[in-house]
């Protein structure tokens, strides 16, 4: 099975950055979508950024222009970017591994990573 193993949280001042690592092992499949959400205190989880197999990407309105999602070239591997970050931005941020149809079954999330952003 696929392991996500998440890194790189932690507390950063407003406006500061942070780079969130996910690395994934196992049986993967080279047609996926790999994206990385993020859920705060009492709210539901959302989807902050994805990207495909093939380069596509995809961000949250609320992020656009500060992050900036990335694979690593053996693509078992994907990165965050967060620039100018907000106190709003705080969340545990996860790792999600999609697989294509009819793999859907298979797709795995992390154990999330706890990003404070301080006033």
């Known amino acids: 099975q696929v392991q996500l193993v998440e890194s790189g949280g932690g507390l950063v001042q407003a406006g500061g950055s942070l780079r969130l690592s996910c690395a994934a092992s196992?049986?993967?499949?080279?047609?996926?979508?790999m994206g990385w959400y993020r859920q705060a205190p009492g709210k539901q989880r959302e989807l902050v950024a994805s990207?495909?197999?093939?380069?596509?990407?995809n961000y949250a309105d609320s992020v656009k222009g500060r992050f900036t999602i990335s694979r690593g070239n053996d693509k078992n591997t994907v990165y965050l970017q967060m620039d100018s970050l907000k106190p709003e931005d705080t969340a545990v941020y996860y790792c999600?591994?999609?697989?294509?149809?009819?793999?859907?079954?298979?797709?795995?999330w992390g154990q999330g990573t706890l990003v404070t952003v301080s006033s």
């Open positions: 999600r591994y999609s697989p294509l149809s009819p793999y859907s079954n298979l797709e795995r």
């Open positions: 196992g049986k993967i499949f080279s047609i996926n979508a």
């Open positions: 990207i495909t197999s093939g380069g596509s990407t």
